[in-house]
């Protein structure tokens, strides 16, 4: 590698301009190249002597990572890392780092606000009144908000955010995570603790905020929406992979749970004439729930100074791994 010039590629970005991370790099002195890729191919193509990548959607899999041999770093827009194999980066001695706290505010208000939502029935108000109807008993039952109990599925910055707002309302917390539930929520009695199955069975609605993994994949699947009550909903702000969408349009066809409120989905943008879209007691807004000016500007700028630190020999502020035969910056 030319430490004096290296090669950096965005393998994708659907945002309206680079701006910020130009303005990084040209600090730097670094150069940064938009690509168009889709595919794994397109990748090997057009980012082939990239010394880091910053990546979207485009896969990063094993086939791109074995022919890109100069790259040292893989920079996620955003938390998730689902679009990059891991291990394998691992093992080719690449770090993958992603931004988990670009938009920790702006997703836990908007799973906050889906919740009141849906809670509260304003949605189907709404599209009540639209419709000619004007009276309270279009949307029944709705209950005290303090009287009803909140499952939150992931605790990490987000979840414990939302889990934090939720209890402000006086409702009880139950919180679930993979790993566990960070201590401080439970000292400071946000939520309590508790397994799947009992989150599932007690909770008025669940949300999620797991990150997608292939242990996590539909998550909540036909078994888990069978063990929620009738009248619970599922909100879902984090990854449309945790929820097998099937199962979810099935168990609102048949009344198993009264509703969901949905950001992401497992598809998307979705294909015409998506049941779940189009359902009737499905409250959905387009992956939006990360979006503000300000986490735009955070998320994009960051990544940028993510490069930058490895390039420059540091460690990443956010690895998600620790790569085989690396130094800490190397």
């Known amino acids: 590698m030319n430490a004096a010039s290296p090669t950096i ?4 970005c659907d945002h309206d301009n680079i701006e910020p991370e130009q303005r990084v790099f040209a600090e730097a ?3 940064v190249r938009l690509a168009e890729c889709k595919t ?3 990748v090997i193509d057009q980012a082939r002597e990239a010394d880091a990548l910053i990546n979207q959607y485009a896969p990063i899999d094993e086939s791109v990572l074995a022919h890109l041999v100069q790259c040292r770093i893989v920079v996620r827009y955003g938390v998730g890392v689902d679009t990059v194999d891991v291990e394998s980066a691992t093992r080719h001695g690449v770090w993958v780092v992603n931004v988990p706290d670009y938009g920790t505010e702006e997703v836990s208000d908007h799973a906050f606000v889906l919740l009141l939502n849906v809670l509260r029935g304003v949605g189907r108000y709404d599209r009540a009144v639209r419709s000619g109807v004007w009276e309270y008993s279009a949307v029944r039952p709705l209950h005290r908000l303090r009287t009803l109990t909140v499952g939150v599925i992931g605790c990490g910055h987000i979840g414990a955010d939302f889990a934090r707002k939720v209890g402000c309302l006086g409702a009880r917390v139950l919180g679930y995570d993979t790993v566990r539930v960070p201590e401080d929520l439970v000292h400071d009695g946000v939520v309590e603790p508790v397994d799947l199955d009992e989150l599932l069975a007690r909770s008025d609605a669940v949300s999620l905020h797991a990150p997608l ?3 996590t ?6 078994e888990q929406l069978r063990r929620m009550k009738p009248g619970a909903y599922l909100v879902n702000t984090s990854r449309g992979g945790l929820v097998d969408p099937a199962a979810l349009l099935r168990a609102l066809d048949e009344g198993e749970i009264a509703g969901a409120a949905l950001d992401v989905l497992e598809t998307e943008p979705p294909k015409a004439g998506d049941p779940l879209v189009t359902h009737e007691r499905v409250l959905i807004t387009p992956h939006a729930a990360w979006y503000s000016e300000e986490s735009m500007e955070t998320l994009k700028s960051e990544v940028a ?3 930058v630190r490895v390039l420059s020999g540091e460690r990443p502020r956010s690895p998600v791994n ?8 190397g």
Not at 217 to 222: E, K, V, Y
């Open 40 to 42: 794994a191919s397109d």
């Open 9 to 12: 590629v965005i393998t994708d």
């Open 217 to 222: 994949r539909h998550l909540i699947g036909a």
């Open 305 to 307: 100074r993510e490069v």
């Open 29 to 31: 002195g670094y150069d």
């Open 213 to 215: 993994t292939e242990q």
């Open 322 to 329: 620790e790569p085989i035969g690396r130094e800490p910056g």
